[in-house]
């Protein structure tokens, strides 16, 4: 196994993860910004929409499209006949923020430390309807030291991982030959088998300390190629320290 010149992540339960999460809340906090709302909607009618509204693209994420949560709030409001009084971007951080703050998976912040001692680069790929500005905003709240070269929201391109062309773009951004990159994410058909396929070294990680909102995710799918699979973020800094030992000699 060569050490990586870099190494790309999921942002989902493999950076961090969002505990108490509660879109209620979220939309309680953007009621507070509300300067028009002719049919007297509740923050309680607007949420129901809003998840209804999110149900009904699922079909779309099945088959592997992304919408940017951007446009979907601007249907959702603009639909109900609602005007804020700050601007969409605005509005999605705070929504964001409110629904969970977001917290570090353990041991990650090490981790990315070790990175840097190795001179390992670093970037991310991410599953996600938030916008690719509002992901960048909380991984740098949350991970202050991060070196991402790049972080890509699949709410920015239109489609999901697996699709080769995200981690093509990784790729290029990165300006590596794929056997240089290894990739890391939870996710076994969207993290492994998709970075597998444009020849990047996957890394599942299965961390089981903290409760996973996709929990069965991987149920009954397989990986029978070259790949690591660990459960903490310190058996991979123990891995690169290794591999650094066996360089030396």
Known sequence: MNKPQMIIFDYGHTLLYEPEFDFLRGEKEIYKHIVKNPRQLTVEDINKFGAELYQKNDFCRMYGYEFNNLQTMKLKYEYLGIELDISYEEAEIILWDSVSRGACMPYVEEMLECLKENEIRSGVISNIGWSGHALTERINRLLPQNQFEFIIASSEYGIRKPNSMLFELAIQKANLHPNDIWFCGD?????????????????????ETVDCPWEGQNDDLKIDFKHLHIHSWVEMINILKNLNNDMEY
């Open 187 to 207: 996710n076994v058909e969207a993290d492994v088998y998709g970075a597998r396929s444009v020849g990047i070294f996957p890394v599942f990680y299965e961390d």
